[in-house]
Nanobody, 124 residues
Framework: QVQLVESGGGSVQTGGSLRLSCAAAATYIYNIPYMAWFRQAPGKEREGVAAIDRDGRTMYADSVKGRFTISRDNAKVKNTLYLQMNSLKPEDTAMYYC???????????????WGQGTQVTVSS
């Protein structure tokens, strides 16, 4: 088990950018093989946005390819997962969650460890 804490959410206008961060408590990011970002809008199911493994390989949902970038800083000092979001659209509005797992790497919400979420709101 690992405690994850997201930050960086906020309100922006269409076309704006935000960078989300996810810090891990009581462990180091480099110990976690698989990490991902998910989002959930009101009345909708939680969907995978981007995932990254310990070696830096990534996968993205089609809806965010070319606009979002997932990265991880495995150094002990920073110990953080990031999601850089550019060219934001109103349909990107959702609660964004960080997730981690030692066995599963996918864009389905089957990870065993979740943060509390950070809200992203994009206005037109």
């Amino acid at each position: 088990q690992v405690q994850l804490v997201e930050s960086g959410g906020g309100s922006v206008q269409t076309g704006g950018s935000l960078r989300l961060s996810c810090a891990a408590a009581a462990t180091y990011i480099y110990n976690i093989p698989y990490m991902a970002w998910f989002r959930q809008a009101p009345g909708k199911e939680r969907e995978g946005v981007a995932a990254i493994d310990r070696d830096g390989r990534t996968m993205y949902a089609d809806s965010v390819k070319g606009r979002f970038t997932i990265s991880r800083d495995n150094a002990k000092v920073k110990n953080t997962l990031y999601l850089q979001m550019n060219s934001l659209k109103p349909e990107d509005t959702a609660m964004y969650y960080c997730a981690a797992d030692w066995e599963k790497w996918c864009l389905l919400p089957r990870y065993n460890n979740w943060g509390q979420g950070t809200q992203v709101t994009v206005s037109s």
